[in-house]
């Protein structure tokens, strides 16, 4: 019921764009951080972007300068834009984020929540 839903992901060639969404299920009140990570096959999960509440957004030296993150409140809805995407950016990318929402009483719940991720393939 309380979700992460996660679109834009898909078949890309080199130097192209995608956006990501990660939408949430509920109103979003206030959100403390969101993040993207990413894996690729025999990889370890990576950090790609973080932004936390009063600090600069977090960018992996690999992604800096063409992936930037944001967010529309009134969507609740967080994006990662991807751009001159390389082949190396291949992979399931997933989104992670703190926020607060309105119970059915009125008060502030934290929810920590992921979304189901979504796979990104650049071809050369």
């Not at 926020?99 to 050369?124: I, M, N």
């Amino acid at each position: 019921q309380v979700q992460l839903v996660q679109s834009g992901g898909g078949l890309v060639e080199a130097g192209g764009s995608l956006r990501l969404s990660c939408r949430a299920s509920m109103s979003i009140m206030r959100i403390n951080f969101m993040a993207w990570y990413r894996q690729a096959p025999g990889k370890q999960r990576e950090l790609v972007a973080r932004s936390r509440s009063g600090e600069n957004t977090f960018y992996a030296d690999s992604v800096k300068g063409r992936f930037s993150l944001s967010s529309n409140n009134a969507k609740d809805t967080v994006y990662l834009q991807m751009d001159n995407l390389k082949p190396e950016d291949k992979g399931d990318y997933y989104c992670n984020t703190n926020f607060v929402a309105h119970s059915t009483t009125g008060r502030g719940v934290t929810f920590d929540l992921w979304g189901q991720g979504t796979q990104v393939t650049v071809s050369s």
